[in-house]
């Protein structure tokens, strides 16, 4: 029999490439979504199937992460054999906004599966999606080692999850892993987060339909790698004899100002002239710089990044220049083409 997995935010950018990978490797996939008045499931569309029909693998669920019972509920009907738990209040200055929702959802959230898998009394493996802002003003590299120093509700969140997960693992001795991932970006990154931001308003100004970008902090520095290498990893961790904590990064740290550079450049504009700095981008606190050091997943999971920076960047702006209906540059493509040729996920 397949195994059957559960994975919460599987809208998201990375609940929808882990839902591709588990479907390509024979897995029975549920997915937890929130109920909504208009769809949010555009990232799955295409491995969507109507549960009537026979072929389907992919069954969705609604429900929340501050729904307890509900939480309980569909675990104990599912029995999956594996969790991945993505879903999170994850935008980190939004948390500065909003830090009880997201100390709620992106923390108690935590604790409440943990709880339902636990009250179920089923035997599954649980993945718990840490980050690396957890490490916050801590001095790069980081590593599994390097203590927490969080600098946002986000990142506070994401500390009280990381803990209380270990604190199941080892109270109830349950399989329970963290994955400390950096800043993981693609094509179906949301358009809120820095990257994304970028690389589709230069497809716009291309366009003629947006003039300047607006950003804060150019100068904060962070480990940028290929999301869909990360939920590799991610899988990866499940698969062992033993859970663990592991850091998933390229071991290189660019600024913000560094990818601007990177995505206008490719297209040849000149981002000076269309970059604009607005206040309210800026953190009350913020992370300056972030480093992956790697060796523990290279070693025990045989993982290593494909993607560097610069390709990060010209894989995203060919895939938002497609998107609006521009020819892409067209060396992103071949980028995924040579790195992947036993791509797994469909390119978006």
């Known amino acids: 029999m397949s195994k059957k997995a559960l994975i919460t935010g599987i809208t998201g950018q990375d609940g929808s490439y882990m839902a591709e990978l588990l479907l390509s490797k024979g897995y029975e996939v549920h997915g937890l979504i929130r109920r909504s008045s208009t769809f949010n499931t555009g990232r799955i569309e295409h491995i969507y199937i109507d549960p009537h029909d026979s072929s389907a693998k992919m069954f969705l669920h609604y429900g929340d992460l501050s729904d307890a019972s509900q939480l309980t509920h569909i675990i104990y009907n599912i029995q999956p054999d594996e969790i991945y738990h993505f879903g999170a209040q994850s935008h980190v200055r939004l948390s ?105 308003t230069v497809a716009n100004i291309i366009a003629g339909k947006e003039k300047y970008l607006y950003l804060g902090n150019l100068e904060a520095k962070r480990d940028w790698g290929f999301s869909p290498e990360y939920i590799m990893a991610t899988w990866l961790m499940l698969q062992q004899d033993r859970p663990g904590n592991y850091v998933i990064g390229t071991g290189e740290s660019h600024s913000v100002r560094e990818f601007v550079e990177a995505a206008f450049g490719y297209t040849g504009l000149d981002w000076q002239q269309h970059v604009k700095i607005d206040p309210y981008y800026f953190r009350p606190t913020e992370v300056e710089v972030l480093k992956a050091k790697i060796e523990k997943a290279s070693r025990e999971l045989n993982w290593n990044p494909r993607i560097n920076f610069a390709e990060l960047a010209k894989i995203m702006v060919d895939a938002d220049m497609r998107r609006i209906g521009l020819e892409p540059v067209g060396e992103g493509d071949k980028i995924l083409q040579e790195a992947f040729p036993d791509r797994w996920w469909k390119v978006d």
């Open 96 to 200: 500065f906004d909003m830090p009880e929702y997201t100390g709620d959802i992106t923390g108690l959230g935590t604790t409440r599966i943990l709880e339902a898998v636990r009250r179920s009394g089923i035997m599954t493996r649980f993945y718990q999606a840490s980050s690396s802002e957890m490490f916050g003003a801590a001095l790069p590299p980081q590593s599994e080692d390097t203590p927490f120093y969080p600098r946002s509700p986000y990142a506070a969140a994401k500390v009280y999850a990381y803990w209380i997960s270990i604190n199941y693992r080892e109270a109830y001795n349950m399989f329970v892993s963290n994955g400390i991932l950096f800043n993981h970006e693609s094509p179906r990154r949301g358009e809120v987060f820095v990257t994304r931001k970028i690389t589709r």
